[in-house]
């Protein structure tokens, strides 16, 4: 049989406009996908990660979808389920920042948390065979107890972020196991690309940099820079999320560099990148980030600590590499630097 004869399998993605789900779409519309994706109504564009994938739908040939739906919305997502009848569903809709998790945290809950379930009820109600990924997260570890962290460490929540999507992953294993369901959890350490949501430490970093090079900002403000991280690029990460659904059979993995760097230590090389190498001074709060010019352009606000931090986070994703065949091709520094270019480009054409 011919490829182009091949029927093309169905994939829906929720947060198919957040960072993972634009690079998800594109691995899988390369890969000969259906693709539908669930967008929220908002009162200004947010779709602005894929319109570079989506194309009028009155032409030929289109395999990209979009329809309007709420993980909050039980009866959109049911209508939605069996009007498209997926044969993979990849859930990365969710609130997806741990700070503003302590500030809603019963929204966290509906969406990230029982998200989930509304969408394994949907399946089972209407009798889908389809296969079911859940974007679950090394938050789930929070104050850990073994390093480095793999599928048997315990979990220790320690946002309603976290406790959010610790009852995602015991659900999506609740459902696996009860109904013999082909759902499986991503334990994924932090990814990170030029399309990172700007809040988020590493592009908050790269996008301030770039705007202090190019003059159009004085200083950054940071929180914790002694918080550590496995920080890898998440156009690797999608495609561990695609092999895990191509297995055998359901089960969870860790997927991580096997790396960990500090917050600060992501400022030196993205600063040092850019030919203004830092050097700190101070303690604590006072601490204070110096550039070549002897210009302060790193800065402590407590307003960006959080009520509980994680402090550590480093994870072997040796199963997933044995099983899978999976492993990140990003290193930290390139890393840094793919996301600092992209911020000089973009500021350089688009100063805001
Ligand atoms: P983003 O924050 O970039 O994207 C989140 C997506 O969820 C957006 O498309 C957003 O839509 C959508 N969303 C938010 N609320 C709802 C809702 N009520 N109903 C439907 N969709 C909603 O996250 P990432 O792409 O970084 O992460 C993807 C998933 O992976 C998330 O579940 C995250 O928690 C998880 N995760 C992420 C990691 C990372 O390091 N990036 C690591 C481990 C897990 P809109 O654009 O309209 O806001
Ligand atoms: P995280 O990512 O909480 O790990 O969750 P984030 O980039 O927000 O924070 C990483 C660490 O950096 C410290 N930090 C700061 N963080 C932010 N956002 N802003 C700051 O100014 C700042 N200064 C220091 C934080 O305290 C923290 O220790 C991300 C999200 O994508 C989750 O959805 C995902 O599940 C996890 O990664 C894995």
Same mark, same amino acid.
């Given at each position: 049989m011919s490829s182009s004869a091949t029927p093309r399998k169905t994939a829906l993605i929720t947060g198919i406009t957040g960072q993972d789900g634009s690079y998800l779409a594109e691995l899988l519309l390369e890969k000969n996908y259906e693709v539908w994706g669930i967008i929220r109504r908002s009162s200004? +564009?947010?779709?602005g990660r894929i319109d570079h994938l989506y194309r009028d739908p009155h032409e030929s040939e289109v395999h990209l979808r979009l329809v309007y739906g709420d993980l909050s919305d039980a009866s959109s997502i049911n209508q939605i389920l069996k009007k498209v009848r997926p044969d993979e569903i990849y859930n990365l809709g969710a609130q997806s920042h741990v700070k503003v998790s302590f500030d809603v945290p019963e929204y966290t809950g509906d969406v990230t948390g029982l998200g989930v379930t509304r969408l394994l009820e949907a399946i089972r109600e209407l009798g889908l065979n389809a296969r079911f990924y859940q974007a679950s997260s090394s938050e789930l570890y929070g104050k850990v107890v073994e390093t480095p962290q793999t599928e048997r460490t315990p979990f220790h929540p320690r946002s309603p972020y976290a406790a959010a999507k610790a009852y995602a992953f015991y659900i999506t294993q609740n459902y696996r196991e009860s109904y013999d369901m082909f759902a499986v959890n991503g334990i994924l350490f932090n990814h990170e690309s030029p399309r990172r949501g700007e809040t988020f430490v590493t592009r908050k970093v790269t996008r301030a940099a770039a705007r202090i090079k190019l003059g159009l900002q004085a200083k950054l403000y940071l929180g914790n820079l002694d918080a550590k991280r496995d920080w890898g690029f998440a156009g690797d990460y999608v495609e561990a999320m695609w092999l895990m659904l191509q297995a055998e059979k359901p089960d969870d993995y860790v997927v991580a560099t096997g790396e960990t760097h500090s917050v600060r230590e992501f400022c030196e090389v993205t600063f040092k990148h850019i030919g203004m190498p830092i050097t700190w001074e101070g303690e604590g709060v006072h601490e204070r980030g110096i550039g070549?010019?002897? $210009?302060?352009l790193i800065e402590i606000d407590p $307003?960006? +600590? $959080?009520?509980?931090?994680?402090?550590l986070l480093l994870g072997d994703a040796s199963k997933a590499r044995r099983e899978l065949n999976w492993q990140p091709k990003v290193t930290f520094a390139g890393l840094a630097k793919m996301m600092v270019e992209a911020d000089l480009k973009n500021e350089t054409e688009h100063p805001r």
């Open positions: 200004s +564009f947010n779709t070549p010019d002897g $210009r302060t $307003r960006y +600590f $959080r009520p509980a931090e994680v402090d």
